[in-house]
């Protein structure tokens, strides 16, 4: 499938959406495990939100995903790929079919915890429990996606331990951004004196999650993308080659912005009393808004191309048919 | 042994390592090899036709059919992945006649991405 036809358009926006929407699910409860305070009062209204739009999209994505393969697998026209019989068959007696109802039955387990846990009261011990029981439910949807795509290939146990690492690496960064933008407009629309302070914490804590994120997102980036692209060449020449080439631009654009937030906004952030209420805190925080802004608009542009080149012949294969032909 | 001396060739060591460790391979089940082989001139009629796939396939989507020289479907149609070896598709074939054969295949890997393709055989009269 080399040609950007309307069902693969569909197709890739629908994975880009649900892989988009279960890492937004994880990155809620890794933000409420290892960045969020039970003390921001905050907090727990945006973990609910972000949660009641990430769950549904991503039960719903899931099933066109599911009906796009029927489809695909087939080879026969929507009408008849979608019969009831044909569906079926692809569920029962197919290794897509069987990921679909083990990652099913994982759904299920975070629609039920998910919520409960971030309706208990912050702190207790309750809600510590099942926070992590939903950070590792949801952890489990996510690196059940590698078995869903190019993870798959060459029968080979490291490349899917390496995609599923950079899947779950993702929720951390970027897409753990969408929960700290919130917070962080929250703390700016504070009358208390603390919220410089606050902000700056929060700033800081993201930033340290951030950092390690993208050095091993580039790491497993390579390890997973090598075997699929083969040679410089080939990311020039094909397709999938390309479309590879603007993801790692738009990655680099991304660590750019977070570089200027990191070792620029940060520094001229006040942290060190709470009352200091002048222009240049607010400056600063306003073009610190806009650059995590910025950013999650390319993390959703990255979601795109993961989507897209998951349904792209890998360039080696290409490469390798235009050979024999 | 070699010390790298800078930066620069370190990075490049570091980079060729990985890209070592990372490796070569397929997504895509396309044909390794066939029995009869592609485009083989053979003495004798197969009983079957047998296609080793570079890629485990799913075999509720995977196909092979055989027709003759007029364009009628030959094979018994009882298409059936091999027990053992999740890349090998199998097709039974009726006694044939001398004549040349058209092999097409159709098939589905597990990462779901479907290939297809021909080629034929000739069985000597």
Not at chain 2, 34 to 49: C, E, T, W, Y
Request: hydrophobic share 50%; charged share 15%.
């Amino acid at each position: 499938m080399d040609t950007l036809d309307a069902m693969t358009a569909l197709f890739a926006c629908t994975r880009a959406i649900h892989m988009g929407s279960c890492l937004l699910a994880m990155a809620v409860f890794f933000f409420d495990r290892f960045v969020a305070r039970p003390h921001d009062r905050h907090w727990p209204g945006i973990a609910r939100g972000l949660l009641m739009f990430a769950l549904p999209v991503a039960l719903l994505s899931g099933a066109v995903w599911f009906t796009c393969v029927a489809i695909t697998m087939s080879g026969l026209p929507p009408g008849e790929a979608l019969q009831w019989e044909n569906l079926t068959m692809v569920w029962r007696e197919t290794q897509f079919g069987h990921l679909w109802e083990v990652r099913a039955i994982l759904y299920l387990g975070c629609a039920v915890i998910s919520p409960i846990a971030i309706a208990l009261r912050p702190g207790s011990t309750m809600r510590v429990g099942l926070s992590w029981l939903g950070l590792i439910v949801n952890a489990s949807l996510v690196a059940s996606l590698a078995w869903a795509g190019h993870g798959r290939f060459g029968e080979s146990g490291s490349h899917l331990a390496c995609d599923a690492l950079h899947l779950l690496i993702s929720a951390v960064w970027p897409v753990g951004l969408l929960p700290y933008a919130m917070l962080l407009a929250k703390f700016r629309a504070d009358d208390a004196d603390q919220k410089w302070i606050s902000a700056w914490r929060l700033t800081r804590r993201v930033s340290a999650v951030s950092l390690v994120s993208v050095i091993l997102l580039t790491a497993t980036g390579i390890l997973n993308s090598w075997p699929l692209v083969g040679s410089f060449s080939a990311l020039f020449s094909t397709r999938y080659g390309q479309v590879l080439l603007l993801k790692i631009a738009i990655f680099f654009s991304m660590i750019a912005l977070g570089g200027v937030n990191l070792l620029y906004l940060m520094p001229h952030m006040p942290h060190g009393g709470a009352t200091d209420h002048g222009p240049l805190p607010r400056r600063m925080l306003s073009w610190l808004q806009l650059n995590v802004g910025a950013e999650i608009v390319l993390g959703i542009a990255v979601m795109l191309a993961v989507g897209l080149l998951g349904m792209l012949m890998p360039a080696v294969e290409h490469l390798l048919m235009h050979h024999h032909h | 042994m070699k010390t790298l001396q800078s930066p620069f060739a370190f990075m490049r060591f570091t980079l060729a390592l990985i890209l070592a460790l990372a490796g070569i391979a397929s997504a895509h089940a396309f044909v390794d090899h066939a029995d009869p082989k592609v485009g083989a001139q053979i003495d004798a009629a197969p009983a079957d036709v047998k296609i080793w796939f570079t890629q485990q396939i799913e075999p509720a989507f995977s196909k092979i059919r055989v027709f003759d020289a007029e364009g009628r479907q030959i094979d018994n149609k009882d298409c059936r992945q091999d027990k053992d070896d999740k890349k090998l598709l199998i097709v039974s074939l009726p006694k044939l006649p001398a004549g040349t054969y058209k092999v097409e295949w159709r098939v589905v890997s597990i990462d779901t991405h479907h290939t297809s393709g021909d080629f034929k055989f000739t069985i000597k009269p």
